[in-house]
Protein backbone atom coordinates (compact mmCIF):
# COMPACT_ATOMS: atom_id res chain seq x y z
CA UNK A 1 0.00 0.00 0.00
CA UNK A 2 1.65 3.49 -0.81
CA UNK A 3 0.42 5.50 1.90
CA UNK A 4 1.48 6.24 5.39
CA UNK A 5 0.05 4.28 7.80
CA UNK A 6 -2.75 6.34 10.08
CA UNK A 7 -3.64 5.31 13.80
CA UNK A 8 -6.22 3.02 12.74
CA UNK A 9 -3.60 0.70 10.71
CA UNK A 10 -3.30 -2.53 11.81
CA UNK A 11 -0.20 -4.67 11.92
CA UNK A 12 -1.67 -8.14 12.21
CA UNK A 13 1.68 -10.03 11.25
CA UNK A 14 3.11 -7.49 13.55
CA UNK A 15 0.59 -7.80 16.99
CA UNK A 16 -0.19 -11.17 17.14
CA UNK A 17 0.88 -14.40 16.07
CA UNK A 18 -1.54 -16.18 14.01
CA UNK A 19 0.75 -17.94 11.99
CA UNK A 20 1.17 -21.66 13.20
CA UNK A 21 -1.73 -24.20 12.49
CA UNK A 22 -2.21 -25.53 16.09
CA UNK A 23 -5.70 -26.26 18.17
CA UNK A 24 -7.85 -23.70 20.08
CA UNK A 25 -6.05 -23.59 23.85
CA UNK A 26 -7.36 -26.62 26.29
CA UNK A 27 -8.47 -23.67 28.60
CA UNK A 28 -9.88 -20.81 28.00
CA UNK A 29 -8.84 -17.53 27.10
CA UNK A 30 -8.88 -15.13 29.50
CA UNK A 31 -9.81 -11.49 28.71
CA UNK A 32 -7.15 -10.48 31.09
CA UNK A 33 -4.20 -12.69 28.95
CA UNK A 34 -5.49 -10.85 26.37
CA UNK A 35 -5.55 -7.67 27.64
CA UNK A 36 -2.15 -8.03 28.00
CA UNK A 37 -0.80 -5.85 24.63
CA UNK A 38 -2.26 -9.17 22.28
CA UNK A 39 1.03 -11.09 23.40
CA UNK A 40 1.70 -14.05 21.34
CA UNK A 41 1.32 -16.34 24.28
CA UNK A 42 -2.29 -15.40 24.68
CA UNK A 43 -3.21 -16.46 21.09
CA UNK A 44 -0.06 -18.49 20.08
CA UNK A 45 -1.75 -21.52 20.01
CA UNK A 46 -5.24 -20.26 17.77
CA UNK A 47 -4.40 -20.75 14.26
CA UNK A 48 -5.06 -19.40 10.37
CA UNK A 49 -4.29 -21.43 7.38
CA UNK A 50 -1.76 -19.21 5.83
CA UNK A 51 -4.92 -18.52 3.06
CA UNK A 52 -7.06 -17.56 5.47
CA UNK A 53 -4.50 -15.12 7.50
CA UNK A 54 -3.79 -13.48 3.92
CA UNK A 55 -7.56 -12.78 3.87
CA UNK A 56 -8.12 -11.40 6.68
CA UNK A 57 -5.11 -9.38 6.72
CA UNK A 58 -6.07 -8.28 3.56
CA UNK A 59 -9.65 -7.45 4.49
CA UNK A 60 -8.63 -5.86 7.79
CA UNK A 61 -5.98 -3.22 5.79
CA UNK A 62 -8.68 -2.60 3.27
CA UNK A 63 -11.17 -1.55 5.96
CA UNK A 64 -8.25 0.76 7.41
CA UNK A 65 -7.65 2.50 4.33
CA UNK A 66 -10.03 5.04 4.51
CA UNK A 67 -10.00 5.70 8.32
CA UNK A 68 -9.01 8.87 7.69
CA UNK A 69 -11.61 10.06 4.96
CA UNK A 70 -12.90 13.16 5.47
CA UNK A 71 -16.58 13.64 6.32
CA UNK A 72 -17.89 16.42 4.18
CA UNK A 73 -21.25 17.86 5.45
CA UNK A 74 -22.65 21.52 6.48
CA UNK A 75 -26.39 20.89 6.57
CA UNK A 76 -27.61 21.71 10.02
CA UNK A 77 -28.88 17.85 9.79
CA UNK A 78 -25.35 16.80 9.34
CA UNK A 79 -23.88 18.93 11.98
CA UNK A 80 -26.37 16.92 14.04
CA UNK A 81 -24.78 13.61 13.32
CA UNK A 82 -21.25 15.65 13.82
CA UNK A 83 -22.41 16.22 16.90
CA UNK A 84 -23.97 13.43 18.12
CA UNK A 85 -20.43 11.32 16.54
CA UNK A 86 -18.01 13.17 18.73
CA UNK A 87 -20.63 12.37 22.04
CA UNK A 88 -20.67 9.24 21.86
CA UNK A 89 -17.49 8.20 20.01
CA UNK A 90 -15.25 7.28 23.35
CA UNK A 91 -17.91 5.92 25.02
CA UNK A 92 -18.72 1.81 25.18
CA UNK A 93 -22.05 2.18 24.23
CA UNK A 94 -23.61 -0.01 20.92
CA UNK A 95 -24.30 2.15 18.44
CA UNK A 96 -26.85 1.52 15.53
CA UNK A 97 -26.59 3.78 11.95
CA UNK A 98 -29.71 3.87 10.07
CA UNK A 99 -29.41 4.95 6.41
CA UNK A 100 -30.38 4.56 2.95
CA UNK A 101 -27.95 2.78 0.93
CA UNK A 102 -24.79 4.92 0.02
CA UNK A 103 -25.63 7.69 2.96
CA UNK A 104 -22.46 6.93 4.78
CA UNK A 105 -23.11 4.46 7.29
CA UNK A 106 -19.67 2.88 7.16
CA UNK A 107 -17.75 6.40 6.95
CA UNK A 108 -19.69 6.71 10.62
CA UNK A 109 -18.65 3.63 12.12
CA UNK A 110 -15.11 4.28 10.88
CA UNK A 111 -15.67 7.79 12.20
CA UNK A 112 -16.60 6.44 15.93
CA UNK A 113 -13.72 4.23 16.00
CA UNK A 114 -10.76 6.48 15.10
CA UNK A 115 -12.77 9.00 17.42
CA UNK A 116 -12.47 6.81 20.11
CA UNK A 117 -9.40 5.79 22.56
CA UNK A 118 -9.67 2.18 20.30
CA UNK A 119 -8.19 3.95 17.17
CA UNK A 120 -4.49 1.95 18.11
CA UNK A 121 -6.43 -1.26 17.69
CA UNK A 122 -8.23 -2.94 15.25
CA UNK A 123 -11.74 -1.88 13.55
CA UNK A 124 -13.14 -5.17 12.36
CA UNK A 125 -16.00 -5.02 9.67
CA UNK A 126 -18.29 -7.92 8.80
CA UNK A 127 -20.86 -7.82 6.23
CA UNK A 128 -23.60 -10.03 7.80
CA UNK A 129 -25.60 -9.67 4.35
CA UNK A 130 -22.56 -10.57 2.13
CA UNK A 131 -21.66 -14.01 4.01
CA UNK A 132 -23.37 -17.22 3.40
CA UNK A 133 -26.01 -17.65 6.99
CA UNK A 134 -23.66 -21.28 7.11
CA UNK A 135 -19.88 -19.42 7.17
CA UNK A 136 -21.28 -16.30 8.99
CA UNK A 137 -20.98 -18.16 12.90
CA UNK A 138 -17.39 -19.08 11.95
CA UNK A 139 -16.55 -15.88 10.36
CA UNK A 140 -17.48 -13.94 13.70
CA UNK A 141 -16.90 -16.59 16.71
CA UNK A 142 -14.35 -18.79 15.13
CA UNK A 143 -14.26 -22.44 14.66
CA UNK A 144 -12.18 -25.11 15.74
CA UNK A 145 -9.79 -27.72 13.67
CA UNK A 146 -12.97 -30.44 12.23
CA UNK A 147 -15.73 -28.15 13.08
CA UNK A 148 -16.88 -29.01 10.01
CA UNK A 149 -16.03 -30.78 6.48
CA UNK A 150 -13.57 -28.54 5.43
CA UNK A 151 -12.25 -26.74 8.65
CA UNK A 152 -8.92 -28.30 8.37
CA UNK A 153 -7.42 -25.63 11.06
CA UNK A 154 -8.59 -23.76 13.81
CA UNK A 155 -9.39 -20.24 12.70
CA UNK A 156 -10.27 -17.17 15.32
CA UNK A 157 -13.35 -15.18 14.54
CA UNK A 158 -13.80 -11.12 14.51
CA UNK A 159 -15.19 -11.01 17.45
CA UNK A 160 -11.42 -11.68 18.93
CA UNK A 161 -10.05 -9.66 16.20
CA UNK A 162 -11.72 -6.81 17.52
CA UNK A 163 -11.07 -6.89 20.71
CA UNK A 164 -9.96 -3.59 22.41
CA UNK A 165 -11.19 -2.15 19.49
CA UNK A 166 -14.65 -1.72 16.87
CA UNK A 167 -16.79 -4.67 15.58
CA UNK A 168 -18.58 -3.08 12.68
CA UNK A 169 -21.73 -5.34 11.99
CA UNK A 170 -22.76 -4.17 8.86
CA UNK A 171 -26.06 -5.19 7.05
CA UNK A 172 -27.60 -6.57 10.64
CA UNK A 173 -30.52 -6.98 9.08
CA UNK A 174 -29.71 -9.43 7.33
CA UNK A 175 -28.82 -11.62 10.36
CA UNK A 176 -29.83 -14.88 9.87
CA UNK A 177 -32.48 -15.56 13.27
CA UNK A 178 -30.15 -18.83 14.43
CA UNK A 179 -27.43 -16.56 14.96
CA UNK A 180 -29.17 -13.44 16.58
CA UNK A 181 -29.32 -15.23 19.72
CA UNK A 182 -25.75 -15.45 20.01
CA UNK A 183 -24.83 -12.34 18.88
CA UNK A 184 -27.17 -11.02 21.93
CA UNK A 185 -25.12 -13.05 24.40
CA UNK A 186 -21.27 -11.66 22.79
CA UNK A 187 -23.03 -8.35 23.10
CA UNK A 188 -24.35 -8.62 26.49
CA UNK A 189 -21.74 -11.34 28.61
CA UNK A 190 -19.04 -10.50 25.78
CA UNK A 191 -19.05 -13.86 25.72
CA UNK A 192 -19.07 -16.65 22.81
CA UNK A 193 -17.85 -20.45 21.98
CA UNK A 194 -15.77 -20.93 18.75
CA UNK A 195 -18.00 -23.41 16.24
CA UNK A 196 -17.31 -26.81 17.57
CA UNK A 197 -15.99 -25.93 20.73
CA UNK A 198 -16.86 -26.11 24.32
CA UNK A 199 -14.65 -23.44 25.55
CA UNK A 200 -15.86 -20.08 26.52
CA UNK A 201 -14.39 -17.09 24.84
CA UNK A 202 -14.35 -13.32 25.51
CA UNK A 203 -13.39 -10.13 23.29
CA UNK A 204 -13.90 -6.78 24.20
CA UNK A 205 -14.72 -5.25 21.80
CA UNK A 206 -17.06 -1.80 20.72
CA UNK A 207 -19.94 -2.94 18.57
CA UNK A 208 -20.82 -0.84 15.74
CA UNK A 209 -23.76 -2.07 13.56
CA UNK A 210 -25.73 -0.64 11.04
CA UNK A 211 -29.12 -1.07 8.30
CA UNK A 212 -30.61 0.28 5.50
CA UNK A 213 -33.86 -1.55 5.95
CA UNK A 214 -36.45 -0.60 8.51
CA UNK A 215 -35.52 -2.92 11.81
CA UNK A 216 -38.81 -2.13 13.47
CA UNK A 217 -40.57 -3.28 11.15
CA UNK A 218 -38.89 -6.75 10.60
CA UNK A 219 -38.94 -6.82 14.47
CA UNK A 220 -42.86 -6.57 14.03
CA UNK A 221 -42.90 -9.10 11.04
CA UNK A 222 -41.21 -11.69 13.68
CA UNK A 223 -37.69 -11.84 11.88
CA UNK A 224 -35.31 -9.75 13.95
CA UNK A 225 -35.17 -10.63 17.79
CA UNK A 226 -36.95 -7.69 19.68
CA UNK A 227 -34.42 -8.63 22.58
CA UNK A 228 -31.59 -7.57 20.06
CA UNK A 229 -32.90 -4.72 18.29
CA UNK A 230 -33.10 -2.79 21.83
CA UNK A 231 -29.66 -3.80 22.90
CA UNK A 232 -28.38 -2.53 19.53
CA UNK A 233 -30.44 0.66 19.44
CA UNK A 234 -28.59 1.95 22.25
CA UNK A 235 -27.47 4.82 21.07
CA UNK A 236 -29.36 5.32 17.11
CA UNK A 237 -27.83 7.80 14.26
CA UNK A 238 -29.80 8.43 11.43
CA UNK A 239 -27.93 9.21 8.63
CA UNK A 240 -30.68 11.89 6.27
CA UNK A 241 -30.80 10.68 2.46
CA UNK A 242 -29.07 13.04 0.34
CA UNK A 243 -31.92 14.60 -1.05
CA UNK A 244 -32.91 15.63 2.31
CA UNK A 245 -29.58 17.89 2.84
CA UNK A 246 -29.58 19.37 -0.81
CA UNK A 247 -27.19 22.50 0.60
CA UNK A 248 -24.57 19.79 0.40
CA UNK A 249 -23.86 18.39 -3.13
CA UNK A 250 -22.22 21.21 -3.69
CA UNK A 251 -19.67 21.11 -1.05
CA UNK A 252 -19.44 17.08 -1.57
CA UNK A 253 -18.83 17.80 -5.20
CA UNK A 254 -15.92 20.05 -4.55
CA UNK A 255 -15.00 17.38 -2.51
CA UNK A 256 -15.29 14.16 -5.02
CA UNK A 257 -13.42 16.62 -7.72
CA UNK A 258 -10.50 17.64 -5.90
CA UNK A 259 -10.19 14.25 -4.66
CA UNK A 260 -9.92 12.87 -7.91
CA UNK A 261 -7.94 15.64 -9.25
CA UNK A 262 -5.47 14.90 -6.72
CA UNK A 263 -5.54 10.88 -7.24
CA UNK A 264 -5.90 10.73 -11.10
CA UNK A 265 -3.65 14.12 -12.11
CA UNK A 266 -7.70 15.42 -14.02
CA UNK A 267 -7.51 19.36 -14.57
CA UNK A 268 -11.42 19.98 -13.74
CA UNK A 269 -12.15 23.50 -12.36
CA UNK A 270 -15.20 22.72 -11.54
CA UNK A 271 -19.00 22.63 -13.04
CA UNK A 272 -20.59 25.07 -14.77
CA UNK A 273 -23.90 26.55 -12.75
CA UNK A 274 -26.35 25.18 -14.80
CA UNK A 275 -24.86 21.43 -14.71
CA UNK A 276 -24.31 22.08 -11.18
CA UNK A 277 -27.95 23.34 -10.69
CA UNK A 278 -28.77 19.96 -12.20
CA UNK A 279 -27.03 17.80 -9.43
CA UNK A 280 -29.08 19.68 -6.76
CA UNK A 281 -32.24 19.02 -8.31
CA UNK A 282 -31.53 15.37 -9.17
CA UNK A 283 -33.57 13.03 -6.04
CA UNK A 284 -30.35 10.95 -5.64
CA UNK A 285 -31.65 7.85 -4.90
CA UNK A 286 -28.10 6.05 -4.70
CA UNK A 287 -26.86 9.01 -2.50
CA UNK A 288 -23.58 10.13 -1.85
CA UNK A 289 -22.10 7.21 -3.16
CA UNK A 290 -23.81 7.61 -6.52
CA UNK A 291 -22.91 11.22 -6.77
CA UNK A 292 -19.49 10.43 -5.96
CA UNK A 293 -20.28 7.83 -8.98
CA UNK A 294 -20.96 10.46 -11.42
CA UNK A 295 -18.52 13.02 -10.31
CA UNK A 296 -15.58 9.96 -11.35
CA UNK A 297 -17.34 9.66 -14.40
CA UNK A 298 -17.42 13.14 -15.31
CA UNK A 299 -13.74 13.82 -14.18
CA UNK A 300 -12.72 10.87 -16.33
CA UNK A 301 -14.77 12.05 -19.33
CA UNK A 302 -13.76 15.29 -18.97
CA UNK A 303 -9.97 15.03 -17.93
CA UNK A 304 -9.71 19.06 -18.01
CA UNK A 305 -11.53 22.01 -17.74
CA UNK A 306 -15.25 23.28 -16.50
CA UNK A 307 -17.59 20.49 -16.33
CA UNK A 308 -20.84 21.69 -18.50
CA UNK A 309 -24.74 20.61 -18.61
CA UNK A 310 -23.73 18.98 -21.89
CA UNK A 311 -21.20 16.74 -19.64
CA UNK A 312 -23.84 16.01 -17.33
CA UNK A 313 -25.68 12.49 -18.29
CA UNK A 314 -28.90 12.61 -20.20
CA UNK A 315 -30.75 11.11 -17.46
CA UNK A 316 -30.26 14.11 -15.55
CA UNK A 317 -31.62 16.88 -17.85
CA UNK A 318 -35.11 16.72 -16.78
CA UNK A 319 -33.87 18.28 -13.66
CA UNK A 320 -32.61 21.30 -15.67
CA UNK A 321 -34.79 24.58 -13.85
CA UNK A 322 -36.85 26.49 -16.43
CA UNK A 323 -36.78 30.28 -16.22
CA UNK A 324 -40.40 30.34 -14.45
CA UNK A 325 -38.83 28.64 -11.16
CA UNK A 326 -36.41 30.17 -8.75
CA UNK A 327 -35.21 26.76 -7.49
CA UNK A 328 -32.63 26.50 -5.06
CA UNK A 329 -29.78 27.09 -7.30
CA UNK A 330 -31.59 27.83 -10.61
CA UNK A 331 -31.85 31.80 -9.65
CA UNK A 332 -29.46 33.65 -11.94
CA UNK A 333 -28.53 30.56 -13.76
CA UNK A 334 -27.31 32.33 -16.42
CA UNK A 335 -25.96 34.93 -14.37
CA UNK A 336 -27.45 38.37 -13.81
CA UNK A 337 -30.06 38.89 -16.29
CA UNK A 338 -29.60 41.76 -18.90
CA UNK A 339 -33.20 43.04 -18.30
CA UNK A 340 -32.97 43.38 -14.69
CA UNK A 341 -35.28 41.64 -11.95
CA UNK A 342 -37.60 43.23 -9.40
CA UNK A 343 -36.38 42.54 -5.77
CA UNK A 344 -39.08 42.02 -4.23
CA UNK A 345 -41.15 39.93 -6.25
CA UNK A 346 -38.22 37.72 -6.58
CA UNK A 347 -37.62 37.44 -3.23
CA UNK A 348 -41.19 37.14 -2.40
CA UNK A 349 -41.11 33.85 -5.13
CA UNK A 350 -38.38 32.26 -3.59
CA UNK A 351 -39.09 32.18 -0.38
CA UNK A 352 -42.88 30.96 -1.66
CA UNK A 353 -40.73 27.76 -3.02
CA UNK A 354 -38.57 27.35 -0.23
CA UNK A 355 -42.13 26.94 2.29
CA UNK A 356 -43.39 24.64 -0.19
CA UNK A 357 -40.29 22.76 -0.03
CA UNK A 358 -40.48 22.88 3.70
CA UNK A 359 -44.29 22.19 3.73
CA UNK A 360 -43.81 19.20 1.42
CA UNK A 361 -41.05 17.69 3.54
CA UNK A 362 -43.44 17.61 6.73
CA UNK A 363 -46.07 16.61 4.87
CA UNK A 364 -47.75 19.98 5.63
CA UNK A 365 -47.11 19.73 8.96
CA UNK A 366 -46.91 23.44 9.47
CA UNK A 367 -44.97 23.15 13.52
CA UNK A 368 -42.52 20.96 11.92
CA UNK A 369 -42.67 23.03 8.35
CA UNK A 370 -41.47 26.50 10.71
CA UNK A 371 -38.73 24.60 12.59
CA UNK A 372 -37.21 23.73 9.59
CA UNK A 373 -37.34 27.18 8.20
CA UNK A 374 -36.22 28.25 11.67
CA UNK A 375 -39.09 30.52 12.01
CA UNK A 376 -41.89 31.59 14.06
CA UNK A 377 -45.45 29.48 13.26
CA UNK A 378 -47.79 32.12 13.58
CA UNK A 379 -45.32 34.24 10.95
CA UNK A 380 -45.13 30.85 8.71
CA UNK A 381 -49.36 30.40 8.67
CA UNK A 382 -49.73 34.17 7.56
CA UNK A 383 -47.65 33.87 5.10
CA UNK A 384 -49.09 30.78 3.41
CA UNK A 385 -52.81 32.25 4.12
CA UNK A 386 -51.87 35.66 2.94
CA UNK A 387 -50.07 34.07 -0.80
CA UNK A 388 -52.39 31.44 -0.89
CA UNK A 389 -49.93 28.66 -0.86
CA UNK A 390 -51.41 25.18 -1.35
CA UNK A 391 -50.38 20.93 -1.39
CA UNK A 392 -49.71 20.53 -4.91
N1 LIG B 1 -20.54 12.93 4.07
C1 LIG B 1 -19.68 12.33 3.25
N2 LIG B 1 -18.52 12.93 2.90
C2 LIG B 1 -17.66 12.36 2.05
N3 LIG B 1 -17.85 11.17 1.48
C3 LIG B 1 -18.98 10.50 1.78
C4 LIG B 1 -19.95 11.04 2.68
N4 LIG B 1 -20.97 10.16 2.82
C5 LIG B 1 -20.66 9.10 2.04
N5 LIG B 1 -19.47 9.31 1.42
C6 LIG B 1 -18.82 8.38 0.47
O1 LIG B 1 -19.88 7.73 -0.23
C7 LIG B 1 -19.59 6.35 -0.39
C8 LIG B 1 -20.69 5.53 0.27
O2 LIG B 1 -20.58 5.66 1.69
P1 LIG B 1 -20.75 4.40 2.67
O3 LIG B 1 -20.11 3.19 2.08
O4 LIG B 1 -20.30 4.82 4.03
O5 LIG B 1 -22.34 4.24 2.60
P2 LIG B 1 -23.29 3.17 3.30
O6 LIG B 1 -24.37 3.95 3.97
O7 LIG B 1 -22.46 2.26 4.15
O8 LIG B 1 -23.91 2.41 2.06
P3 LIG B 1 -24.48 0.90 1.96
O9 LIG B 1 -25.75 0.83 2.77
O10 LIG B 1 -24.77 0.73 0.50
O11 LIG B 1 -23.40 0.00 2.46
C9 LIG B 1 -18.21 6.11 0.21
O12 LIG B 1 -17.24 6.17 -0.81
C10 LIG B 1 -18.06 7.27 1.18
O13 LIG B 1 -16.70 7.60 1.36
MG1 LIG C 1 -22.09 0.21 3.94
Known sequence: MDREKTAGDVDLAGDVDLT????????????????????KSALDNAALQASERALAQEQIMASTMNLDAPFVGASAIMHKVFELIDKVADTDS?????????????LVARALHQKSTRRTKAFVPVNCGAIPSELLESELFGHIKGAYTGANASRVGR??????????????????????????????????????STKTMKSDCRVVAATNIDLEAQVAKGNFREDLYYRLNVIPIHLPPLRDRREDIPLLINHFIKKFNDK???????????????????????NVRELENICQRL???????????????????QFRSDNSSMGLGGLMKD???????????????????????????????????AQLLQMNRTTLVEKIKKRGLQPE
Open 94 to 106: TVLILGESGTGKE
Open 159 to 196: FTLAHQGTLFLDEIGDMPTSLQVKILRALQEKQFEPVG
Open 335 to 369: GFPDEGLPLEETVVQFENELILKALEKTRWNKNKA
Open 20 to 39: ESQDWPESSLEITELENGWK
Open 299 to 317: CILKGEGLIGIDDVPQKLH
Open 264 to 286: KNFRIEGLSREAQDVLIRYSWPG
